[in-house]
């Protein structure tokens, strides 16, 4: 499938969602990006919130990219990886200001991919990524309408390949998706298109 709009400029953000399986599949993505990544990555992973969470320590080491977990007010750095922590939902805001909140669960959930993804879309526009990948539910798949609606592109985890189709088959079955894409084939397609534009 491809774009169905002019590609924008370059792009400035990518946003990634993932739930049941996620652990897996974030390890294959980030682990698959370079060093020199240019742009700043923000991930929702449904997170159990009992528990003191070491997902930013387990994905660290699985990737040559930093990866924290995300803090209020602060604002993203090119090749960083912020993980929204548990039981909050992560905003980011025009000129790559982050926010956390405690507001409502959205689909049961917080973190909300949908809530990270629409604050994408508003803050960035054309320039934003949003990827789906493994998990149960339906989060993300309002979000990956909004980011399309403002000119943003759509990478989802090809369902069948998806150790949990449910978040991947939501957001296929939006229609505002830009690619359908087996897990090791993702971060070679989201480099090519984020580094395409800094030529």
């Known amino acids: 499938m491809q774009p169905t709009q002019p590609p ?79 039981d909050r939902h992560l905003l980011v805001r025009p000129g790559g200001r982050l926010a956390l909140t405690d507001s409502e669960l959205v689909h049961f959930v917080r973190p909300s991919a949908d809530l990270l993804f629409e604050s994408a879309a508003g803050a960035y526009g054309p320039q934003a990524i949003a990827c789906v990948l493994t998990g149960t539910g339906r989060d993300g798949a309002m979000g990956v309408d909004a980011v399309k609606s403002r000119g943003g592109t759509v990478i989802v985890q090809d369902p069948a390949t ?19 894409l087996p897990l090791e084939e993702i971060a070679a397609v989201i480099s090519g298109l984020v580094e395409a534009k800094r030529q």
């Not at 998806?162 to 359908?180: H, I, R």
């Open 8 to 86: 924008p400029d370059r792009y400035e953000i990518v946003a990634v969602a993932s739930s049941a399986g996620g652990i897996h599949g974030l390890g294959t993505l980030l682990g698959a990006l370079d060093a020199e990544f240019p742009v700043p990555i923000l991930v929702v992973q449904h997170l159990d919130p009992r528990h003191r969470t070491v997902i930013a320590e387990v994905l660290d080491r699985r990737t040559d990219l930093d990866v924290k977990l995300a803090e209020d007010h602060e604002s993203v750095v090119p090749g960083l990886v912020y993980i929204a922590p548990p």
């Open 162 to 180: 998806a150790e949990f189709k449910g978040m991947p088959e939501a957001a296929v079955g939006t229609g505002s998706v830009d690619f359908v």
